[in-house]
């Protein structure tokens, strides 16, 4: 029992020092002060503009679906069915202002970044790959050129000279005296 609290302790470890979790909660704690920023900007241009054409307070836009919807000055209740939909229409514009701001200055130039990134990382390994083949076609060269030098121009089979591995046309003028 005491060993399946322990890899349980260890899982939840090891998840919150995986990294991802910090990194959701800056998320979170961004978006929050962000929502703060969004909503300043919603009831303090938007429903104004909005307000241009009615009434500057958006909750305010609603209809009624039964009944007459009046509110009792006594009791405070309302009489009928009333729909909110100015409160639903803040909210979807708060939502739209939110979304475009976070794509257009936070998703888009990422990509735009990770993409020029990717770009340049691909240029290297090309560049790379460049230099390993030629590389090997220069080292072939050198490998072509000392077997025909030490052949006397005539390679036989497997690169060897006329005699074979053994015989006189493998060797090298200059190395155990003159032949």
Do not use: H
């Not at 030098?149 to 036989?156: K, T």
């Amino acid at each position: 029992m005491s060993e399946k609290k322990v890899s349980l302790l260890e899982g939840f470890k090891a998840f919150l020092t995986r990294g991802n979790v910090i990194d959701l909660a800056v998320a979170v704690v961004i978006g929050a002060a962000f929502t703060n920023i969004v909503n300043a900007v919603v009831k303090g241009v938007i429903n104004p503009l909005v307000g241009a054409f009615g009434t500057q307070d958006l909750d305010n836009y609603s209809s009624c679906l039964r009944g007459p919807c009046t509110t009792d000055p006594a009791t405070g209740e309302m009489d009928g069915i009333e729909i909110l939909w100015g409160s639903v229409l803040s909210a979807t514009l708060s939502f739209l202002i939110t979304a475009a701001v976070v794509y257009f200055l936070m998703v888009l130039p990422m990509a735009k970044y990770l993409a020029r990134r990717a770009a340049v990382q691909a240029a290297k390994e090309g560049v790379q790959e460049t230099l390993e083949v030629s590389e090997l076609e220069v080292l072939k060269e050198i490998r072509d050129a000392l077997v025909a030098q030490r052949d006397g121009g005539a390679a036989g089979p497997g690169g060897f000279g006329a005699g074979g591995p053994g015989g006189d046309g493998g060797a090298l003028p200059g190395r155990d005296g003159e032949r």
